[in-house]
């Protein structure tokens, strides 16, 4: 329903961090599972894709004069379980296979794509994107120089190789432990993910990069019953790893998680509407980060112009206490990169240092307008879509304060602890993000529960009212995805315990 | 492009019938999909793609699973389907899990909807070149312009399924778009942003792209000075663009699904006054020329009117047949496609008149809904209402409350629903809503 795809595009504004999409209860693809014997290289070993047929479309694509140009391999298998009602009797798999052509001449992108990896269908393609450009220099490409995938996430045993009769009982004991928890839970829902992605990058300047990027992640939803009342919360757990990875302790903390958060509704009231201080407790809070300057901080919008902070770099943004760093080299993280999908080896960028703005995330197209090397931030959702600046994992670094200095510190505020989503203007530079569950602070002491606020911020200042950080910084390990422009990437985020001087809380009026 | 999608369909039906399933239900899809951006004066990017799909649903031994591929070579595709029923096999059996019957898809319409308009596949680079300028050019009248990005989106879509129990039919569709964000600079480092887009089935159905531009341009310069507004309770008047959205989350739960899991808090409200009097929502798939019209679901069941909310009370919810039977619910269809909310009498003007003092909506930013119980919280951008006429703009702030007593404080609806989405909805007006702000 790509129509509707659009719809839902066009009717979005800025960027959005999201949470899956099973709470909304809509009709979501739940799905399976198995071994799909998928060769290491398929573009190789299916269809013959060498480096002569890949120097061949890459001619074709360059035809017509060319800055820069990429093909991007792509094949994915994802398997899908769905636990609901004591079984597991609905599995989905999705196969998606084709190669993105890109050619950038100047500011100009011609773009298309093919799943038909023969040679006449990628060389139509070709033509197709390289229409854009109108130039008679042709360019050569490069002889390409292979590199060797790196050792980011590494597995032992392929997702292919993973049986159902594996995963199944792994949902069970999930299920069975959530319902032991509690006797007002009422129904358990276990979803299962696992990905086996391979990539094959080559660019007209000779670079040419395999990765396979493995992936998984598992979610459990509780419903919960007090007399005429029903709540429900959820938990998940995500990263590129393999199955051995769903250790008992990882799993019971995460279905203690779930049920935790599911028990508290019942007691949880809506805060006081209105500005106060926000303490945000150490992991997922990271989303303050995705949103009140990472988005904001990738540089296709500042070579527009067109982000808040375009015009800051060098300039102090907070206290010397804040570092914001966006890293893809932390090991089997869910945002974590080999290679970004430009071929550029992932990297660490420091977003914030010491308080002073450092450097945007980079792209090919980006960096060269500004003259700096790419930072390895160019993603794409798929072989759908042409690349641009992402984040992968974003952190704030240790501060010198405690988290009870911070708690101690608020004579009326709230800590926010869990979250569903958040976005951001990137002009304006107002953020969002919805607090599922946290808890009121009176007189520097954690009272009452509260529940489905959202709170509001501007990015610039919120950085500027950041008065203390805590030493407790932990990633989340949550399944976060990003989406900008319509496209959806794998994150990850992490920050210590924080405090906000100042944001604007969802809530009831008292008066 | 003329492949036999229909035959595709079968064969991979045929194919899962050999490898032992009981039913099987295949979807073909195809689509030609082009985008032109132009920014601040230049063609910026070109995107021309023609994408395929196979999805395929496996009943057998009283199991199910559903697949699909972007493969579509005859040898690999033969083994996924195989491995598809293999799969299928290793799962728990579940009575529910059943082909969609003969009678839910016998006698669906044969209408035309007129969805297809061969003028764009017929559309020239010239033509949306032409288009991409004529929206740059108005969108730059202002001298606070930093940039603005224009863009023109058409393609066609074609969709075929077959099944092992007579099904057997496609739909096909057009759609052409186009429109211009905008920035705009602001007090200090900050920016305005807005924009405006329009499109539909048929070229002949676009507006001027003159007033594209101008109407994205116009709203961002409304955004210009924008301010936190105060913490109070009082009325909102949600314009029709945003209150299509607002209608979504309303709707999230209302189905079997989040039904029969326990987790909507439509449940106990089925059948009853659930919401304001002023409230009815039809689902409507057979609107001529409609942006989610169809003649059938994605599950085959024959398309038809459906009454949600009528005068405030609940008469349907969206039932699939799985969840259907699973929670003894006759299936209605599991999916949405128009939605239209019945408009009142006043226009956008009027209505701010009557409100006389509250706050007017004209986005929202992030913020989300619990569906087991309605409790919802949404950033906004807008505008006071002062003296019954639009105010200065304000942002920053959140609205928060429930979808159930939010609804039932729908005091008055507009004459304007708004055309460009599939949820057609004309400004609404709340009363005593919880606003934060400074």
């Not at chain 1, 450009?133 to 597995?155: H, R």
Request: proline fraction near 4%.
């Amino acid at each position: 329903m790509k129509r509707r795809e659009f719809l839902g595009r066009a009717a979005a504004s800025g960027a959005v961090l999201t949470m899956p999409a099973f709470l909304s209860g809509c009709g979501v693809q739940q799905a399976t599972a198995v071994a799909g014997k998928t060769p290491e290289n398929p573009f190789m070993e299916w269809f013959g894709v060498d480096q002569a047929t890949t120097a061949r479309v890459m001619s074709e694509l360059s035809a017509n004069g060319a800055d820069a140009a990429d093909l991007y391999f792509q094949h994915s298998r994802t398997n899908y379980l769905v636990l609901e009602d004591g079984i597991v009797s609905s599995a989905s798999s999705t196969i998606e296979q084709g190669v993105g052509l890109r050619v950038v001449v100047g500011e100009q992108t011609g773009y298309a794509f093919t799943e038909d990896l023969t040679l006449p269908s990628m060389l139509a393609a070709a033509k197709t994107a390289a229409a854009i450009a109108s130039g008679n220099t042709v360019v050569a490409p490069q002889a390409f120089n292979a590199k060797g995938a790196g050792d980011l996430y590494k597995t032992s045993v392929p997702w292919s190789d993973v049986g159902i009769d594996q995963k199944l009982p792994l949902m069970k004991f999930v299920e069975s432990q959530a319902k032991s928890m509690d006797e007002a839970v009422e129904k358990v829902a276990v979803y299962w993910a696992d990905q086996d992605e391979r990539v094959m990058i080559a660019t007209l300047d000779g670079k040419l990069v395999t990765d396979h990027r493995p992936m998984t992640r598992v979610t459990v939803t509780v419903t919960a019953r007090r007399g005429e009342e029903v709540q429900s919360g959820f938990s998940n757990i995500a990263a590129r790893e393999e199955f051995g990875w769903y250790t008992e302790e990882r799993l019971n903390t995460m279905v203690k998680e779930a049920v935790d958060r599911t028990m508290v509704l019942f007691d949880a009231r809506r805060p006081p509407a209105g500005e106060m201080p926000v303490i945000l407790a150490s992991g997922a809070s990271g989303i303050l980060l995705h949103e009140a300057i990472g988005h904001g901080m990738e540089a296709d919008f500042n070579r527009k112009g067109t982000s808040i902070y375009s015009d800051m770099i060098g300039k102090k943004v907070a206290e010397p206490f804040v570092t914001v760093v966006d890293q893809a080299t932390i090991p089997r993280e869910r945002g974590a990169l080999n290679y970004d999908d430009e071929g550029n080896k992932a990297g660490r960028t420091v977003l914030v240092e010491d308080g002073i703005l450092k450097s945007y995330l980079h792209d090919n197209i980006s960096a060269k307008q500004y003259g700096l090397q790419p930072t390895g931030s160019g993603r794409r959702e798929s072989y759908k879509y042409a690349p641009m600046p992402r984040m992968s994992c974003t952190f704030m670094e240790d501060g010198p304060h405690t988290r009870d200095e911070i708690i101690a510190a608020v004579d009326r505020g709230i800590i926010c602890e869990t979250y569903t989503n958040g976005q951001v203007q990137i002009g304006a530079g107002d953020y969002t993000f919805y607090v599922k569950n946290g808890w009121l602070v009176e007189n520097g002491k954690v009272t009452a529960p509260i529940k489905d606020v959202n709170i509001i911020g501007n990015g610039p200042e919120s950085l500027k009212r950041i008065t203390m950080v805590a030493n407790d910084a932990r990633l989340d390990t949550g399944g976060w995805t990003c989406g900008k422009n319509g496209q959806s990437v794998p994150v990850s985020q992490g920050i210590p315990s924080v405090l906000v001087s100042k944001m604007t809380v969802g809530g009831e009026n008292v008066s | 492009m003329s492949v036999d999608l229909k035959a595709r369909a079968a064969q991979a039906v045929e194919l899962a019938g050999q490898a032992g399933a009981e039913d099987a239900w295949s979807t073909v899809t195809q689509s030609r999909d082009v985008q032109f951006e132009y920014r601040d004066g230049n063609l910026e990017k070109v995107k021309d793609t023609t994408s395929q799909s196979l999805g395929i649903r496996i009943y057998a031994g009283g199991r199910y699973s559903s697949h699909s591929t972007t493969d579509l070579d005859p040898e690999r595709l033969q083994d996924f389907i195989s491995e598809a029923v293999a799969i299928t096999a290793a799962l728990e059996p579940d009575e529910y899990r059943r082909i969609t019957p003969e009678a839910l898809f016998r006698d669906r319409p044969a209408a035309d909807l007129d969805l297809v308009d061969t003028s764009v596949q017929a559309l020239e680079r010239e033509q949306r070149i032409a288009w991409c300028q004529a929206l740059d050019e108005t969108a730059h009248q202002h001298e606070q312009v930093i940039s603005a990005t224009c863009g023109v989106y058409d393609g066609t879509q074609r969709s075929a399924s077959a099944s092992s129990n007579g099904f057997l039919d496609e739909q096909r569709s057009t759609y052409c778009w186009f429109g211009a964000s905008v920035t705009l600079r602001d007090q200090g480092d900050k920016r305005a942003e807005d924009g405006f887009y329009a499109g539909g089935a048929h070229v002949a159905d676009l507006p001027d792209p003159e007033a594209v531009g101008k109407e994205a341009l116009a709203r961002t310069v409304s955004r210009l000075g924008s301010e936190k507004g105060p913490t109070v309770k009082t009325s909102m008047v949600v314009d029709a663009r945003a209150a299509a959205s607002l209608i979504s989350r309303l709707l999230g739960p209302a189905n079997a699904r989040s039904v029969q899991q326990d987790r909507s808090f439509w449940t106990p409200l089925i059948g009853e006054q659930a919401f304001s009097k002023n409230l009815t929502v039809v689902d409507d798939p057979l609107i001529v020329r409609g942006l989610a019209s169809r003649r059938y679901d994605s599950e085959g069941i024959s398309a038809r009117a459906l009454p949600i909310v009528e005068d405030g009370v609940i008469s349907n919810i969206y039932v699939d047949t799985y969840y259907g039977r699973k929670g003894d619910m006759t299936p209605t269809t599991g999916s949405p496609s128009n939605r239209i909310v019945r408009p009142g009498d006043l226009s956008l003007s009027e209505l701010l008149s009557e409100v006389g003092e509250g706050v007017y909506v004209t986005s929202w930013l992030g913020g989300n809904a619990d569906g087991t119980t309605g409790d919802f919280s949404l950033g906004l951008r807008g505008h006071l209402i002062e003296n019954g006429e639009v105010g200065r703009p304000v942002g920053e702030m959140n609205v928060t409350g429930n979808l159930r007593d939010l609804f039932s404080r729908l005091e008055l609806i507009g004459n304007d629903p708004y055309p460009y989405s599939s949820t057609l909805t004309p400004s609404l007006v709340f009363s005593d809503v919880d606003f934060s702000g400074a």
